[in-house]
């Protein structure tokens, strides 16, 4: 299992390097996918629900992607519980910029009316909103223990971890494996190997954002987390080698988070785990 995760992070960083390298080659323009920006709409799927507290619109509770949330209790061998995974379309995912060019943009919500004229949308369009969301977000101050940074490169995601971590230090990348295409995102998983726990005393994770460009959105707590690496079998064969983590000291969360109501808890008196969507990625020092 060690061996598959390690490849697993591998494959990831190749795949981002390599987008990387392309988007170097690119022409100058913006890449706002082949004019799909339905990346950039807004759904309750885009929205992490792990990390902020919920707002009531998006906070149905019949809502299929909030069956990521479990107990510590729920991991272990030959457990099966329902688990939504998401699927997303490579081709359609907002493109990653070299860090020179993404530099070259202002980020920041107080550059909202040059942003959406420099993107071509609308003011009131779905698009805009979404933008306004994400540099909002962006520009909310961590909060107390939190340390928080949005990236527009890969450049920059590992310059803040590095900064985090020591600038001496390894990373490991923590992720999902992607769902197949013929995978449903709601089915039974069964957990088919004892979960394997990675000793980190601190994770950053990372989460996108919808944005004309690849956003990552990266935050660190201090309090203690669980992390897993659990390797999972649908009922229709699917695999999935997932990431996830328990947090263990949830007595700072929002009362209103989702996640205390799918799971019957209130801050502070129990943990909340949930798995990783595979376009979030998880940093820890390695070796841990
Ligand atoms: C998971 O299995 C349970 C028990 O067999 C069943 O009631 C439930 O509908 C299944 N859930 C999904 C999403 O298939």
């Known amino acids: 299992m060690h061996l598959l995760f390690a490849s697993w992070s591998l494959v990831i960083l190749h795949a981002l390097l390599i987008l ?3 988007q170097g080659n690119s022409a100058r323009k913006i890449p706002i996918a082949n004019g799909n920006e339905d990346h950039l709409l807004l759904t309750t799927h885009d929205h992490d629900h792990s990390s902020y507290p919920s707002s009531s619109h998006m906070n149905h509770m019949d809502d299929p992607a909030l069956n ?13 519980m329902p688990i939504y995974f998401s699927k997303k379309d490579p081709s359609l995912s907002p493109k990653l910029l070299p860090k020179q060019e993404a530099d070259s943009i202002p980020f920041s919500i107080s550059n909202l009316p040059y942003l959406l004229e420099f993107f071509s949308f609308p003011q009131d369009s779905p ?6 969301y994400t540099l909002t977000q962006c520009d909310l101050e961590p909060t107390k223990g939190e340390s928080k940074f949005c990236a527009t ?4 995601m590992l310059d803040f971890a590095s900064a985090q971590f020591g600038s001496n ?12 295409n013929s995978a449903t995102l709601l089915q039974n998983y069964t957990v088919l ?7 980190a005393p601190r994770m950053i994770a990372c989460h996108t954002m919808p944005y004309p460009y690849a956003v990552f959105y990266c935050h660190s ?8 690496q659990v390797f999972l079998g649908g009922e229709n064969g699917e695999r999935i080698d997932a990431a996830a983590v328990c947090h263990m000291d949830t007595s700072q969360w929002d009362r209103s988070h989702v996640a205390f109501q799918v799971l019957g808890a209130e801050p502070g008196t129990s943990p909340v785990c949930h798995f990783f969507p595979s376009d979030n990625l998880g940093w820890v020092p390695f070796p841990t």
Do not use: C, H, M
């Not at 490169?153 to 920059?156: D, M, N, T």
């Open 20 to 22: 990387l390298i392309a």
């Open 68 to 80: 990521v949330f479990f107990n510590p209790e729920d991991l272990r061998l030959g457990k099966t």
């Open 127 to 132: 698009q805009a909103k979404a933008i306004a």
């Open 153 to 156: 490169s890969l450049e920059s």
């Open 169 to 180: 230090t390894q990373l490991k990348v923590l992720t999902t494996s992607p769902l197949s």
């Open 193 to 199: 190997e004892p979960p394997k726990e990675i000793l």
């Open 221 to 228: 707590q201090e309090s203690e987390n669980w992390l897993y």
